[in-house]
Structures are given as C-alpha cells and as structure tokens.
C-alpha cells in the first residue's frame, strides 16, 4: 500500500515545535503515514526534535523548501544566489536531521515572480539554473538527500512550468539526487495530459502533492486518480502521496496560494475526507497477487 501523507499547511504557517506537537498526533490517528514540514525560515522548528516526536507516534517525515522574496537562483545577483543556495543547504540538513528523503520544492526563483522569455534566454537560465543548483545537489549526495525541484503553473513562475521543461533544465544533474517533485494542483493548469507526463518523467520523480483541482480535498474534483497512480505505478514513483492545501487563517500564504474562499467543510476535511479516498483509491489499484 503506497504511503500518504498531509503538508502542516493544511492548519498553520509557519510551522513551530508547539504547532507541530498539536498536529502531529492528529495526523497519526487519522492514519496518515507521512507529515509534511515546510522550512519556511530555518530554525522555525527543531529538526531532532520533531524526528523524536514523530519517531513515537509512528511517523515519517518529507521537507519542503520555500521560495519566498529574496530567494532567488537566476536572473539575480551573485550575492542573492549564493544566499539561496545557503538556505537551500539549510533545508537539505533539515530533511537530513528529521529522516526526509526529499526536499522539495520550486528551488529556482521567489513564487510569484514572472517575467517574458525568448527561447534563447529560457536557454540561458536553464543553463544558469544548472550551475547553481550543481553545489546544493553535492550538498544533497553528502546528506543523502534527494533534491526534488517542482514545477509551478505559469501565475507562479514563468521558469519552470511543466515536466517536459523541468527534465531539460535537470538533464545535466545526477538523477539519484536530484529529481522532479510534481504536484498535480499545477499539473492540471500546465500538462495537456497529466498521466503522459507523469510517464515522460520516470526515473526523474522524487516526490509527489496531490489535492483536488481547486486546492480540495483529492476526489472533491473532475482529476482522473486512477490514470495518475496508475501512470505513477508505470514511472517507477514508489514514495507517497502527499496532500497539500492551505489554511486562510495566515494572511501572506492565504494570498501566496490564492485561497480566497473555504476549499472544505473544515481544514480537517480536506485531510480526513482525502485520506479516506486516496485510501480506497489505492487499494483499488493495487496490483492482483500471484
């Protein structure tokens, strides 16, 4: 049975040691296996610490980065990337410490920020992406940690849209760490065919969010389930499924990620209510014994 988790930013951001220790045995008894932990800031919440608490409720744990203002990898000045690429190392020894294999997350340009590109300068900052991207991925092979660079649907970024892009600009780095994280929200604004492209990245995906198509609970919406798991199975992504939505209670992710009205009935439900699908869903497409 493949293994399902929820991001902490169903209920709250940033995350801390007491949000998390609020959180965290709700998700155990849910049933969740895994619970996502964005690094807004380093230092927000003690890695070994929340190893310590999860390891006791039976839990696993995956990391995302955050790309906020500032944080920037191309088309910026050397002084900013090599901050980034510092926080990005940060966020690697996180995962590290707290036992994630990934950190996840659009590490190549602050969300929201959008520009034009010919052909030719896309070329370039795929080609500057690379270079420096290239010392956080040592820092990964270090920590055994996979990098997982996820692409945003084009309100987000005008860098990194789909999967066929985000194999270009990855091509030239070590596939064992460093790989797509695809998130089915942006993936149903960006991929004609979603299951296609979650087959065109195999070998490449390293990490896996799902919600419904409005930021829902997955099942509350028109997306295809069978067809993606099944088009997972055929790529080789045997990790999880994480389910990632947003609370409105913060302001500045509220309006990060568009939330402008409920997406359930309750935060809860969104976890509960898709846990209980992906669930079902997953024993439906289980493979027969033989």
Do not use: K
Not at 4 to 28: H, K, M
Not at 45 to 50: E, T
């Amino acid at each position: 049975m493949r293994a399902l988790g929820v991001n902490t930013w169903v209920w709250t951001s940033p995350l801390t040691d007491a949000a998390l220790e609020r959180i965290a045995p709700r998700v155990a008894e849910w049933g969740f296996d895994v619970i996502e932990l964005p690094v807004e800031d380093t230092g927000d919440w003690d890695p070994r610490r929340a190893r310590a608490l999860l390891d006791g409720l039976g839990l696993t744990a995956s990391v995302v980065l955050v790309m906020g203002p500032g944080r920037e990898l191309v088309a910026t000045d050397a002084a900013t990337r090599s901050a980034t690429q510092d926080y990005l190392r940060r966020v690697v020894d996180a995962a590290a410490a707290v036992g994630s294999p990934v950190a996840a997350g659009p590490a190549y340009a602050s969300v929201g920020r959008t520009w034009r590109m010919s052909p030719r300068e896309r070329a370039g900052i795929g080609a500057e992406l690379t270079e420096a991207l290239a010392p956080v991925v040592g820092h990964c092979s270090a920590a055994g940690v996979r990098l997982a660079v996820e692409p945003l649907n084009r309100y987000e970024t005008s860098v990194l849209n789909t999967v066929d892009q985000g194999l270009e600009m990855l091509a030239d780095l070590p596939a064992e760490h460093c790989g797509l994280a695809l998130d089915v929200y942006h993936m149903n604004i960006e991929e004609r065919d979603v299951a296609a492209a979650v087959r065109r990245a195999a070998g490449r995906v390293a990490h896996v969010q799902v919600c419904a198509n409005d930021r829902g609970a997955p099942g509350a919406d028109h997306l295809d389930w069978s067809a993606i798991l099944g088009a997972l199975g055929d790529a080789g992504y045997g990790g999880p499924l994480v389910i990632e939505s947003f609370t409105a209670d913060n302001a500045s992710i509220a309006t990060a990620a568009s939330v402008w009205r409920p997406l359930a009935a309750t935060q809860d439900a969104i976890a509960v209510d898709g846990l209980a699908f992906l669930r079902a869903l997953s024993r439906r497409e289980e493979p027969p014994c033989r």
